[in-house]
């Protein structure tokens, strides 16, 4: 069973430009997941799946450089659509997207959520926070009976995709079209894992956090 993993990025990134190489605590944003990938033993092959080559400074020598084309760059282009030009150019039975976006992903998630796909009982993993509270939508209450208020630890738990990886055999995406399969296996992070890296603020806030986990030692 050969397992990958690639990590899409572009140096062109419109919200927050370059992004994805600010200093982050004295190093790119990227280096932080690279060096997170790079530390799981179970993946074969670990691509960085980019069209600017001078991305390479930054890697790990355990890392691939895999050129895309620079279509892929475009503002509009979707997730799928990445993960379609990597599939068609690498073949693996088991696929490992993650995002640079989230520089506090934890190699040991990573690992748990590879091993659950390996294992054969799921087709695919992704990480996800848990909202336990009282959530609306549409203008209603979406988990609970608002005549009948449950207790905040009472009510049925919701999960939120954090995108910082999603993990899925081949067929999933050649038969299905996805990145998430029929039987997926969800992967709890805690709010520290799911920080997306977007904006300006997002990237501020994340100052904060590094140094939040730097003196307490995670």
Same mark, same amino acid.
Request: glycine residues 6%; proline residues 5%; contains cysteine.
């Given at each position: 069973?050969?397992?990958?993993s690639? %990590? ?8 927050? !430009? ?9 190093? !790119? ?13 179970? %993946? ?15 890697? !790990?020598?355990?890392? %691939?450089?895999l ?10 282009v979707?997730?799928l659509?990445? +993960?379609?030009?990597?599939v068609?150019e ?14 506090f992903?934890?190699a040991d ?5 590879l091993?659950?796909v +390996? ?17 609306w ?37 050649t038969k299905l079209?996805?990145? %998430?399969?029929?039987? !997926? ?18 990237f501020e806030?994340a100052k ?11």
């Amino acid at each position: 069973m050969k397992v990958v993993s690639f %990590i899409p990025i572009k140096l062109n990134n419109q919200r927050l !430009p370059g992004k994805n190489l600010l200093p982050l605590n004295g190093q !790119p944003i990227c280096k932080y997941l690279f060096e997170t990938i790079d530390a799981v033993e179970t %993946i074969d092959e670990k691509y960085v799946y980019c069209s600017d080559e001078s991305i390479q400074e930054y890697m !790990p020598e355990g890392l %691939i450089f895999l050129k895309r084309d620079v279509s892929l760059d475009g503002f509009l282009v979707k997730g799928l659509e990445i +993960i379609k030009g990597f599939v068609e150019e690498i073949d693996a039975d088991i696929y490992v997207l993650a995002h640079v976006t989230q520089p506090f992903t934890k190699a040991d998630s990573v690992r748990a959520a590879l091993d659950k796909v +390996i294992s054969g009982e799921y087709d695919s993993a992704f990480s996800a926070i848990v909202l336990q509270d009282y959530l609306w939508m549409d203008g209603k209450p979406l988990n609970y009976d608002i005549k009948n208020i449950p207790r905040s630890q009472d009510l049925s738990p919701i999960y939120m995709e954090t995108g910082a990886f999603f993990i899925f055999r081949k067929e999933v995406y050649t038969k299905l079209g996805q990145r %998430i399969g029929k039987k !997926p296996y969800i992967h709890v992070v805690d709010q520290f894992e799911a920080v997306d890296i977007d904006t300006a603020k997002d990237f501020e806030f994340a100052k904060v956090v590094v140094n939040f986990l730097n003196d307490n030692n995670h």
